[in-house]
C-alpha cells in the first residue's frame, strides 16, 4: 500500500505515506489535481481511488502496469542489493517482512517517497537511507551505505531523531523545536529568540521582550501572519495576502512579492530579504529599495515549505519534499536532497552544513 501512495504522490506533487494524509496533503493543496492517474492492480488502490473521489471532480484514469518477469525477493539485509532493486518490490518486501534488517527496514520505510522515484539513483536511495537510519542500527550497515553514497552530493554529518517543527540559528548556534505550536522561529541581533505560532501570533521566551517585538507582536494581535524571519534589528514577516513586512525601529517597508500566502521568509544583513510562496516562488527583496525589483531566485509548481539563507547561499526546501541548495559562489550552483518525509524546516549552519527537521529527525547534510 506504501508504495501506492508514495508513486500517486511523487506524482502530484505532495508527500504522504498514507491515503489519509495524501488526501490531507490535495485537500491543503493550492490546486487540486483535475485528473489522476492511478496503477491497476496496484494494493489498496480502490480504497485511493473513492477517497480521490470525495475530494470533487477528480477524473481517475486506471494505467496498466508492466508485469516484469517472476524474480526472487531482494535480499532484505543487504544495502547493496536494497539500493539496486525495483524500490516498489522492496518496499512491499518489507511490508511484509517485520525483522529489523540491521535499521534498513525501518529507514527505508521513513525515505520510502524519496527512494520510489523515477529520478532516483542507487548512490542517492544510499544517502537518503543513511540519513533515516534509526539510532540503533548496525554499524555495518551504515558503514556500507556511507560506501555506496560516495558519489552523492552530499555526506551525512549527523541525524538526531524527533520531531522538528521549527529551526533558525542564534548566536551561532542551531535552535529549533518541535511543538506543533510553532509555526517558525527567528532571533535577532541581540539575540533575543522569537516565535510564530500557529495562529500568526507572535511570542518570546524572554522577559521583558525588546520595544521592537512587543510592536510587531501587537501588530500581529489583530493582523496574524504566515511566515517569520529576523536579522539585525529588523523582523519580517509575510501574510496570507503576499505581503511581506520589515519592521525596525527606523520604520516599516512592505512589498507584495507573491500571488497568495507568504509560506517562508528568510533574511541575511544588508538586509536581504528572501520570500517564499504558495505560488511556488522564491523571490529576493531588499527593505527599503526600489518596488520593483523583486527578482525570482527560483521557480517550481509547488508551494515553497521553508527557507534558509547564510552569506550566499540560501536554502529552499518544497513542498514536494526537495531540498535544494543554492550558492551563487558555489562550484555547484543547485546542490539537491529528498530526504522522504515532508521537510517543516530548514537552516544553514556556521559549521557548513545544512539541517534539515522533518517529523521524524533533524538531519545534517555536508556539501561533498
Request: charged fraction near 20%.
Amino acid at each position: 500500500m506504501r508504495a501506492t501512495v508514495w508513486t500517486v504522490a511523487n506524482t502530484l506533487g505532495v508527500v504522504a505515506g498514507t491515503p489519509g494524509e495524501l488526501l490531507t496533503a490535495l485537500l491543503a493543496a493550492p490546486r487540486r489535481p483535475d485528473r489522476v492517474v492511478l496503477p491497476a492492480g496496484a494494493p489498496g488502490v480502490g480504497e485511493l481511488a473513492a477517497g480521490l473521489r470525495a475530494l470533487g471532480p477528480v477524473e481517475v484514469v486506471w494505467e496498466e502496469q508492466e508485469r516484469p518477469a517472476p524474480a526472487g525477493p531482494p535480499r532484505l539485509s543487504d544495502p547493496a542489493a536494497v539500493c539496486a532493486a525495483d524500490p516498489l518490490r522492496v518496499t512491499r518486501a518489507y511490508e511484509e517482512e517485520p525483522g529489523a534488517h540491521g535499521g534498513l527496514r525501518a529507514a527505508w520505510l521513513r525515505a520510502g517517497q524519496a527512494l520510489v522515484r523515477d529520478d532516483q539513483t542507487p548512490p542517492g536511495r544510499a544517502l537518503a537511507l543513511l540519513a533515516a537510519l534509526p539510532e540503533d542500527a548496525a554499524a555495518g550497515v551504515r558503514d556500507e551505505l556511507s560506501a555506496l553514497a560516495r558519489d552523492a552530493p552530499w555526506s551525512v554529518a549527523g541525524v538526531r531523531e524527533g520531531r522538528v517543527t521549527a529551526l533558525t540559528v542564534c548566536g551561532g548556534q542551531p535552535v529549533g523545536t518541535g511543538d506543533r505550536r510553532v509555526r517558525a522561529l527567528a532571533c535577532l541581533g541581540d539575540g533575543t529568540r522569537i516565535e510564530l505560532d500557529e495562529r500568526g501570533r507572535l511570542r518570546t521566551p524572554a522577559a521583558p521582550a525588546p520595544r521592537l517585538v512587543e510592536a510587531v507582536a501587537a501588530t500581529l494581535a489583530t493582523h496574524p501572519a504566515t511566515a517569520l524571519a529576523a536579522v539585525g534589528d529588523t523582523v519580517l514577516t509575510g501574510d496570507r495576502m503576499g505581503f511581506v513586512h520589515a519592521f525596525s525601529l527606523a520604520g516599516l517597508h512592505q512589498a507584495a512579492p507573491h500571488s497568495g500566502r507568504v509560506t517562508a521568509l528568510a533574511a541575511t544583513g544588508g538586509p536581504r530579504a528572501y520570500s517564499g510562496g504558495a505560488d511556488g516562488t522564491v523571490r529576493l527583496w531588499r527593505p527599503g529599495a526600489d518596488e520593483d525589483r523583486r527578482p525570482v531566485v527560483a521557480r517550481r509548481p509547488h508551494p515553497v515549505a521553508a527557507l534558509h539563507a547564510r552569506g550566499t547561499a540560501l536554502a529552499v526546501a518544497w513542498a514536494d519534499g526537495l531540498v535544494e541548495l543554492r550558492d551563487r559562489d558555489a562550484a555547484r550552483a543547485v546542490r539537491t536532497f529528498r530526504p522522504g518525509p515532508a521537510v517543516r524546516a530548514v537552516a544553514l549552519l556556521p559549521d557548513g552544513t545544512l539541517a534539515i527537521g522533518t517529523d521524524t529527525s533533524r538531519v545534517r547534510l555536508r556539501p561533498a
